[in-house]
């Protein structure tokens, strides 16, 4: 079943649900960060989670894991398409769409929140990771995963270089997380920062994983990509090849696990 909550969505938040739901079939083929990430957060979590709230649950790609953590499952995600992939992979469990800066829990009523790269797309983090542990009982616990500054390099550079844009959405850096986790009451912070190099062949494939789930997305219209822009991109990058034949792009992520006290 998915429920649809009535909120008051900004349009960047409308835009975001649409982008992502267009690349809700072809997601489960260019995730390979995202179950890299989620490896490492369903590590920090209990053997049995409880009401587990899976925050931007996406096509339901870690609902297997977290399910055989907890009886107690809800996905929830901004995109009616990402979610119409999880129901019909995941008839019986609950999902909800809605904005992850406006859960719909009551105060204490959610053991654990799962959240693996979706924190990214908040407009306040300070706030929502607040709002987020009104929502969580005592002894509870969120782990999320986020991008950080640094990444998708050295792609980002090349773009903006040649075009003008990075061509991404921008992202927090690893001290202002840390800043902001420092500034919340009543948890226990375990904070860790990584980075990762995803080897690609061609440019063209890494642009084809970015537009494959989403992670593309600007807030700001920006002019078409040219022919021309995208050769100076792909001879730039070929400085770059490995030994092995490989193109990097590089990925710095933040760890979070916040306890409850």
């Not at 390979?32 to 590590?43: E, F, N, P, S």
């Not at 929502?128 to 998708?152: D, E, F, M």
């Not at 920006?222 to 100076?232: D, E, G, I, M, V």
């Amino acid at each position: 079943m998915i429920s649809v909550l009535s909120l008051q969505e900004p349009s960047h938040k409308q835009k975001i649900a649409a982008y992502f739901s267009r690349a809700a079939q072809s997601y489960q083929h260019h995730n390979g960060l995202q179950r890299w990430c989620a490896a490492k957060l369903l590590d920090w979590l209990p053997v049995t989670t409880g009401v587990t709230a899976d925050i931007g649950c996406g096509p339901a790609v870690n609902t297997d894991a977290l399910l055989a953590r907890t009886n107690d499952y809800i996905g929830l995600d901004i995109a009616a398409g990402m979610l119409s992939e999880a129901q019909r992979n995941y008839p019986s469990n609950l999902w909800l769409r809605a904005d992850l800066e406006q859960l719909p829990f009551g105060a204490a009523s959610i053991d654990t929140i799962y959240a693996n790269l979706a924190v990214q797309w908040a407009d306040d983090l300070a706030a929502t990771l607040n709002h987020w542990l009104q929502a969580v009982r005592p002894s509870g616990c969120i782990v999320a995963s986020t991008v950080l500054a640094g990444s998708l390099l050295p792609l980002a550079d090349y773009f903006k270089q040649y075009t003008g844009a990075a061509r991404h959405n921008r992202f927090y850096t690893a001290a202002t997380l840390q800043h902001i986790l420092s500034s919340l009451d009543g948890v226990t912070v375990q904070f860790e920062v990584e980075q990762v190099t995803v080897p690609y062949q061609s440019v063209r494939g890494m642009l084809y994983d970015l537009k494959g789930i989403g992670a593309n997305y600007q807030p700001q219209p920006q002019q078409a990509l040219t022919k021309k822009s995208l050769s100076q991109v792909e001879t730039a990058m070929e400085t770059h090849r490995t030994s092995d034949g490989a193109l990097p792009l590089m990925w710095t992520i933040g760890f979070i696990k916040l306890t409850k006290g």
